[in-house]
Protein backbone atom coordinates (compact mmCIF):
# COMPACT_ATOMS: atom_id res chain seq x y z
CA UNK A 1 0.00 0.00 0.00
CA UNK A 2 0.95 3.30 -1.04
CA UNK A 3 2.22 5.68 1.59
CA UNK A 4 0.28 8.99 2.79
CA UNK A 5 4.05 10.99 1.08
CA UNK A 6 3.29 9.20 -2.25
CA UNK A 7 -0.30 10.24 -2.15
CA UNK A 8 0.58 13.32 -1.65
CA UNK A 9 3.04 13.41 -4.36
CA UNK A 10 0.36 12.20 -6.89
CA UNK A 11 -2.19 14.31 -5.77
CA UNK A 12 -0.39 17.24 -6.76
CA UNK A 13 0.77 15.94 -10.01
CA UNK A 14 -3.20 15.82 -10.70
CA UNK A 15 -3.50 19.20 -9.38
CA UNK A 16 -0.52 20.52 -11.26
CA UNK A 17 -1.89 18.64 -14.36
CA UNK A 18 -5.88 19.87 -13.64
CA UNK A 19 -4.77 23.37 -13.60
CA UNK A 20 -1.86 23.79 -16.61
CA UNK A 21 0.54 24.80 -14.09
CA UNK A 22 4.29 24.05 -14.47
CA UNK A 23 5.84 23.84 -11.05
CA UNK A 24 7.94 26.69 -11.30
CA UNK A 25 3.99 28.17 -11.46
CA UNK A 26 3.32 26.34 -8.01
CA UNK A 27 6.61 26.83 -6.55
CA UNK A 28 6.17 30.46 -6.63
CA UNK A 29 2.63 30.57 -5.33
CA UNK A 30 3.72 28.40 -2.39
CA UNK A 31 7.40 30.23 -1.76
CA UNK A 32 9.44 27.29 -2.03
CA UNK A 33 11.59 26.97 -5.59
CA UNK A 34 10.88 25.06 -8.74
CA UNK A 35 14.08 22.63 -7.40
CA UNK A 36 12.34 21.55 -4.04
CA UNK A 37 9.22 21.12 -5.82
CA UNK A 38 10.90 18.57 -7.74
CA UNK A 39 12.20 17.07 -4.64
CA UNK A 40 8.97 16.59 -3.00
CA UNK A 41 7.76 15.50 -6.08
CA UNK A 42 10.20 12.84 -6.70
CA UNK A 43 9.76 11.86 -3.13
CA UNK A 44 13.52 12.73 -1.84
CA UNK A 45 11.93 15.28 -0.30
CA UNK A 46 8.80 14.99 1.89
CA UNK A 47 5.72 18.11 1.52
CA UNK A 48 5.69 19.49 5.45
CA UNK A 49 2.26 20.56 7.01
CA UNK A 50 3.12 24.09 6.57
CA UNK A 51 3.57 23.12 2.73
CA UNK A 52 -0.09 21.34 3.32
CA UNK A 53 -1.51 24.69 4.66
CA UNK A 54 0.16 26.35 1.33
CA UNK A 55 -1.57 24.15 -1.04
CA UNK A 56 -4.66 24.44 0.54
CA UNK A 57 -5.06 28.28 0.17
CA UNK A 58 -3.40 28.15 -3.50
CA UNK A 59 -5.46 25.63 -4.96
CA UNK A 60 -8.43 26.25 -2.71
CA UNK A 61 -9.24 23.12 -1.55
CA UNK A 62 -9.50 21.98 2.31
CA UNK A 63 -6.49 20.37 3.42
CA UNK A 64 -8.64 16.69 4.28
CA UNK A 65 -9.07 17.06 0.77
CA UNK A 66 -6.05 16.93 -0.76
CA UNK A 67 -5.28 14.11 1.73
CA UNK A 68 -8.35 11.78 0.42
CA UNK A 69 -6.74 11.33 -3.28
CA UNK A 70 -5.90 12.30 -6.42
CA UNK A 71 -9.80 11.79 -8.19
CA UNK A 72 -10.69 13.63 -5.07
CA UNK A 73 -8.87 16.17 -4.61
CA UNK A 74 -9.15 17.14 -8.53
CA UNK A 75 -13.12 16.89 -8.22
CA UNK A 76 -12.89 19.64 -5.43
CA UNK A 77 -10.78 21.88 -7.36
CA UNK A 78 -12.94 25.12 -8.33
CA UNK A 79 -13.93 25.21 -11.79
CA UNK A 80 -12.29 28.52 -12.02
CA UNK A 81 -8.89 26.97 -11.34
CA UNK A 82 -9.25 23.97 -13.95
CA UNK A 83 -7.08 24.37 -17.62
CA UNK A 84 -9.28 24.71 -20.40
CA UNK A 85 -8.59 21.03 -21.34
CA UNK A 86 -10.82 19.78 -18.48
CA UNK A 87 -13.69 22.06 -18.82
CA UNK A 88 -12.65 25.25 -16.78
CA UNK A 89 -11.58 28.39 -17.57
CA UNK A 90 -7.92 28.81 -16.37
CA UNK A 91 -5.15 29.25 -19.35
CA UNK A 92 -1.28 28.14 -19.25
CA UNK A 93 0.83 31.55 -18.57
CA UNK A 94 3.36 31.63 -21.81
CA UNK A 95 6.29 33.93 -22.11
CA UNK A 96 7.25 35.31 -25.51
Known amino acids: MPSTAAHLRLTVAALLYATGER ?6 AVGITQGQVSRKQS ?8 DLDRLS ?5 PV ?3 LCG ?3 AVRR ?7 AHLG ?5 ITFE
Not at 43 to 50: K, V
Open 88 to 92: GTQTA
Open 43 to 50: GTALWSLD
Open 77 to 83: LPVARRA
Open 64 to 66: PDL
Open 70 to 72: ADH
Open 23 to 28: QADLAA
Open 57 to 61: VHYGI
